[in-house]
């Protein structure tokens, strides 16, 4: 009898856990709070910008192919977190800083246009003087942190309840911890060592908010930064074994590798310690790089590794004559490419992306939408 007691209540125990599971997993998002840099900023850094001295991103072709004017996003039109917005059927996500208005309803996007993970005081201590913005990943989170009472001042809004509910989007964000020291010419040792610093600060970040009532963040890796127009620019006259088969360079992409598995690693301890919580890997890796491996099964121009927006070189881009000049042109059919300006992708290949992430295999755990139905 106490062997049938015990074998009953294991089998209650165990589908208490799946019924459990399956209820944290699938989510009716109602917003999305986003921290990184460019590639999901919607407009925080044209909005902090002097208007003297505004960004590219302030001007035309950027945000052509949809928005028209240009919302500073880098891009010719929507990016990754767009998409995710319309997929989920809620608002685009408007920027924080600046803003008038700010609520749970709308979304939060605190990622701006050239932010690390490590703060600006750190790797300026490194040596790494071209950081252009002090909005680190720790500053955004320290800023949602001092707003998050202001939007749960109703009594009927519950900051953790309201948290839960959110999908977060941290990043992407580390690539530029990467993308000034290569540029000021540092080794590839040197870089190497500040990988664990950077996963270190998106670890403790996701801990921060997991503590104040998240429960679903998206996190996404680096990208194959071989096969960006700006790196194969700025290694064009080295000597560089380039892959005969997409034009990418692959020590490059070996960085990117090598981070992403230690970003993998660690997301796998901080899931094992949140079992409550869905930390899901976007592959941002494997999902654009395909595009470079088969272009035209994706809708893209043979060999995509040239900028549409940009002037000079193999790669249609120089640094220093940049999208957004006057002088510099753009191609009349943005969704054949998927570079943009050197630096960032287009709306077709954001497009294609978020595709692959919200419905295909390039979200580690796939999001489960069977409550959706």
């Not at 990208?223 to 700006?230: K, L, N, Q, R, V």
């Not at 006259?237 to 892959?243: G, I, N, P």
């Not at 999208?323 to 998927?338: F, L, M, T, W």
Request: aromatic share 14%; glycine share 8%; with cysteine.
């Amino acid at each position: 009898m106490a062997s049938l007691i015990s074998c009953f209540l294991l089998i209650l125990y165990s589908t208490y856990n799946i019924v459990a599971s399956s209820e944290s997993r699938c989510r009716r998002y109602k917003s999305i709070i986003s921290f990184g840099d460019s590639i999901a900023d919607t407009g925080n850094y044209l909005r902090l910008s002097d208007a003297k001295n505004l960004p590219p991103v302030a001007f035309l072709p950027y945000g052509e192919s949809f928005f028209h004017p240009p919302s500073g996003r880098a891009s010719d039109g929507r990016l990754i977190i767009d998409f995710i917005a319309e997929f989920l059927g809620l608002p685009y996500v408007p920027p924080y800083f600046r803003s008038q208005n700010v609520s749970f309803n709308q979304g939060i996007n605190f990622a701006v246009y050239g932010a690390t993970a490590l703060d600006r005081a750190f790797l300026l201590k490194q040596g790494i003087k071209s950081i252009f913005t002090n909005i680190s990943l720790s500053v955004q989170v320290n800023t949602f942190k001092k707003v998050l009472p202001n939007l749960c001042a109703s009594p009927t809004h519950d900051c953790r309840v309201m948290l839960g509910d959110s999908l977060i989007l941290m990043g992407e964000i580390g690539g530029n911890d990467y993308n000034y020291p290569f540029f000021e010419g540092r080794s590839i040792n040197e870089i190497k060592k500040l990988v664990p610093l950077v996963i270190k600060v998106i670890s403790s970040a996701i801990v921060d908010l997991i503590d104040l009532g998240g429960k679903t963040f998206l996190v996404p890796g680096n990208f194959p930064i071989g096969c960006s127009t700006a790196y194969l620019t700025l290694f064009q006259t080295a000597k560089v074994e380039h892959d005969p088969f997409t034009g990418c360079i692959p020590w490059l992409n070996e960085f990117a590798i090598h981070h992403n598995e230690q970003l993998k690693t660690e997301l796998k301890r901080l899931q094992n310690r949140y079992p409550h919580v869905n930390i899901i890997y976007a592959d941002y890796y494997n999902s654009l790089y395909r595009f470079f491996q088969e272009p035209a099964k994706y809708g893209f121009k043979n060999r995509p590794l040239g900028a549409c927006c940009g002037v000079g070189g193999q790669y249609n881009f120089t640094i220093g004559k940049e999208c957004g000049d006057k002088r510099v042109s753009y191609c009349q059919k943005p969704s054949e490419y998927v570079n943009w300006d050197g630096y960032h992708l287009t709306e077709a290949a954001y497009r294609k992306m978020a595709q692959g992430l919200l419905n295909g295999s390039y979200a580690i755990p796939a999001f489960d939408w069977s409550c959706l139905d």
